[in-house]
Nanobody
Framework: QVQLVESGGGLVQAGGSLRLSCAAS????????MGWFRQAPGKEREFVAA????????YYVDSVKGRFTISRDNAKNTVYLQMNNLKPEDTAVYYC?????????????????WGQGTQVTVSS
């Protein structure tokens, strides 16, 4: 069993930065691929970024490439999402998730665990 708790959301002006954290409980954290999703008001939840259990490979949706960076620290059971050059269209609730593979995260199926979400609001 893995429990995920996100933090680090908030209100920021366009062009600003935020770093989201997702702290996991459970000794098996390092065996899971991890990812971030977001859901804007009135829209479906969408994939944002994913990282392999080892951290060796990362994947991003095109709209955040070059601006967002996903990373993980398995010793701290934490995955991060560094968000730079934020835009108003990045406004959403951000969720972290755990799965057996980055493919499942990228294709959004059979995800094992979800966090409760953290709000990110970018003002213009």
């Amino acid at each position: 069993q893995v429990q995920l708790v996100e933090s680090g959301g908030g209100l920021v002006q366009a062009g600003g930065s935020l770093r989201l954290s997702c702290a996991a409980s459970g000794r098996t954290f390092s065996s899971y691929a991890m990812g971030w999703f977001r859901q804007a008001p009135g829209k479906e939840r969408e994939f944002v970024a994913a990282i392999r259990w080892s951290g060796a490979m990362t994947y991003y949706v095109d709209s955040v490439k070059g601006r967002f960076t996903i990373s993980r620290d398995n010793a701290k059971n934490t995955v991060y999402l560094q968000m730079n050059n934020l835009k108003p269209e990045d406004t959403a609730v951000y969720y972290c998730a755990a799965a057996e593979s980055t493919e499942r995260i990228r294709l959004y199926y059979d995800l094992d665990y979800w966090g409760q979400g953290t709000q990110v609001t970018v003002s213009s």
